[in-house]
Nanobody
Framework: QVLLRESGGGLAQAGGSLRLSCVAD????????MGWYRQSPGSLRERVAR???????DYGDSVKGRFTITRADHKRTVYLQMNSLVPEDTAVYYC??????????????????WGQGTLVTISS
């Protein structure tokens, strides 16, 4: 079994910063891509940032230049550094992992996994 464990959400003031972390916990051989999505009340879930195993990165238009995604720990951990926060960044942020292959025998492949979400609230 593979679980995504998120941390780092909370309350910040506009103009401030927060850092989210997500660890893929389990007997993992590889993860094709990891990323962050967010969803605010009444809105669809939107992609915030994504990074592939090869290091390709893309950001949602609303966060470009303010947020930075990185991977570490043999690419099992993904971080989202959020700067210059605005109230519109308030949402539940979800960690996502694509094409997760376990190191077990036989191998299991999870097409997509989600974390349980962490709430980010930005006050004006």
């Amino acid at each position: 079994q593979v679980l995504l464990r998120e941390s780092g959400g909370g309350l910040a003031q506009a103009g401030g910063s927060l850092r989210l972390s997500c660890v893929a916990d389990g007997n993992i051989a590889s993860i094709a891509a990891m990323g962050w999505y967010r969803q605010s009340p009444g809105s669809l879930r939107e992609r915030v940032a994504r990074i592939t195993d090869g290091g390709l990165i893309d950001y949602g238009d609303s966060v470009k230049g303010r947020f930075t995604i990185t991977r570490a720990d043999h690419k099992r951990t993904v971080y989202l550094q959020m700067n210059s926060l605005v109230p519109e960044d308030t949402a539940v942020y979800y960690c996502n992992a694509e094409q997760v292959t376990t190191a077990t025998m036989p191998r299991n492949i999870y097409p997509e996994l989600w974390g349980q979400g962490t709430l980010v609230t930005i006050s004006s």
